[in-house]
């Protein structure tokens, strides 16, 4: 990806992407954004390109998603034993797939804290239920000054390209964004939820509601014009 460097104080940038429909929503609602770093689109969330980027004043603020698959408490009735077993969420780092988890997750930490010293701000997102919030790192950032934990279920908003019931998937946002409070929503009931996300489900489930996206995007509009965050409607079509 090829970053803007300079002058661009109201630019987003979306990190571990997947879908990018964050990147997509905000673009939708006239929100400038920097090209989304996602690996399979060859991005690299480690390049230095994004230390210097935020250093240089032109991020604005950061949605930071690290893959959460090896920090699910379900990896602990893993065939090999516990991924992370109780009272230890770092996990045995001499298996690849908890390296790697960690390896993401501090990266996100890192550049949540970056994000802070340069007075830019953060939203990092992770399952409700992820070892990686018992981290101490983790905990290091939660108790920073003017940073907050939200839970959002996504089965509270709209999606375009919803198949079947929605998934609760509770969801918690770890953030110093002030117009992040007035897109949060909970299950508001009268439906019927999917089954437990497994496998292919769990992953198709990773893109977020596009109802979510747009509401992200339609307060953050109204943050960058002064005023306050618009109001979105509390109804879901599910």
Request: aromatic share 8%.
């Amino acid at each position: 990806a090829q970053f803007g460097i300079g002058g661009e104080e109201t630019r987003g940038i979306e990190i571990f992407a997947g879908s990018c429909r964050i990147t997509a929503a905000h673009r939708e609602a006239g929100c400038d954004m920097h090209p989304p770093v996602e690996i399979t689109l060859g991005g690299d969330a480690f390049d230095p390109c994004l230390d210097q980027l935020f250093r240089q004043g032109s991020v604005a603020w950061v949605w930071l998603a690290p893959p959460c698959s090896s920090f699910s408490p379900l990896r602990n009735l893993d065939v090999g034993g516990p991924l992370r077993p109780k009272g230890q969420p770092w996990g045995d780092e001499l298996r690849p797939g908890v390296a790697l988890g960690n390896a993401l997750w501090r990266r996100a930490l890192e550049l949540a804290s970056l994000a802070n010293q340069v007075g830019a701000y953060f939203i990092l997102e992770h399952p409700r239920n992820s070892r990686a919030w018992l981290l101490p790192e983790t905990q290091k950032l939660m108790s920073v000054s003017g940073v907050q934990c939200f839970v959002v279920e996504w089965c509270a908003y709209d999606c375009d390209e919803r198949v079947g019931d929605p998934v609760r998937k509770p969801t918690r946002l770890l953030s110093s964004a002030p117009w992040l409070k007035d897109v949060i929503r909970k299950c508001p009931g009268g439906h019927t939820h999917g089954p437990p996300l497994r496998g292919l489900r769990a992953k198709a489930a990773g893109a977020y509601p596009t109802g979510f996206c747009r509401e992200l995007a339609r307060a953050r509009r109204a943050w960058e014009d002064g005023g306050p965050a618009a109001e979105c409607s509390h109804l879901s079509r599910v």
